[in-house]
């Protein structure tokens, strides 16, 4: 048999609002998303665990009203970000942040009319503030949180993350990982990277002797059921 080529392709993540699935965790949040500008407040807040959609339905947003995105942690109180009269995303990754820069920054886009969208894993009420005003603007703002994923969601993030790759999976493969992944968007991400980077470094194709490795040494809480019939399951192409 021929050796089989391998290219390190780039991920390439679909994030349109057509490619998001939508759930009962998190159709809350597609809602609010979609009827933009028809908001309570010029605030809207998403918040969840790691990886479960925030940054994509920031993304959908974005696409939307044509507003550019932020860290917290690259606020600056003497440069604002622009464009505030369209909108802005901020993104909260848990770290101290200027509190007096988000606080110009929340008060600027109210008086420019547009609107602030914040992301993090706590509802930004929960969020250790200081600052007296901005800690008053944060509790008033509509948060609205993603749950994680159930076995219907999960199976088809998987199905995206392979399809991001490039990868071509066969259903059983899938099955086999919804038995034994955590059901987090995060632990999906991370299976699915490991498992490009095993099949690129092996020359082998994505299979279920191949997940059941992964997961198997990635400490899964549930071991690999070597009695599945992986024998059977060709690993070359």
């Known amino acids: 048999m021929a050796a089989q080529l391998t290219f390190d392709l780039p991920v390439r993540t679909a994030r349109g609002r057509e490619d998001f699935f939508v759930a009962p965790c998190n159709v809350e949040a597609v809602e609010w998303i979609d009827r933009w500008p028809n908001w309570s407040s010029h605030v809207l807040a998403i ?4 990886a479960c959609g925030k940054t994509h339905l920031a993304h959908v947003w974005r696409t939307r009203t044509g507003a550019s995105t932020i ?33 110009h920054v929340h008060n600027s886009i109210a008086q420019a009319g547009g609107s602030l969208l914040l992301t993090g894993e706590t509802p930004p009420a929960r969020w250790p503030v200081s600052l007296p005003d901005l800690r008053s603007r944060l509790r008033a703002a509509t948060a609205v949180g993603v749950g994680r994923p159930d076995d219907e969601l999960l199976a088809a993030v998987l199905a995206k993350l392979f399809a991001d790759r490039q990868l071509a999976v066969a ?42 490795e992964v997961l198997g040494a990635a400490g899964a809480d549930n071991p690999p059921d070597l009695s599945v019939d992986v024998d059977a399951d060709q690993d070359k192409e």
């Open 171 to 212: 259903p059983e493969v899938i099955a086999f990982m919804m038995t034994r992944l955590e059901r987090s968007f995060d632990a999906a991400q991370r299976c699915v990277a490991q498992l490009d980077a095993l099949a690129l470094e092996t020359g082998r194709r994505v299979s279920v002797r191949l997940a059941s």
């Open 47 to 50: 918040y969840g665990p790691p």
């Open 71 to 103: 860290s917290t942690a690259k606020l600056d109180r003497d440069r604002l970000p622009p464009g505030l009269s369209v909108g802005l995303v901020v993104e909260h990754d848990g770290d101290p942040f200027d509190e007096v820069a988000l606080l």
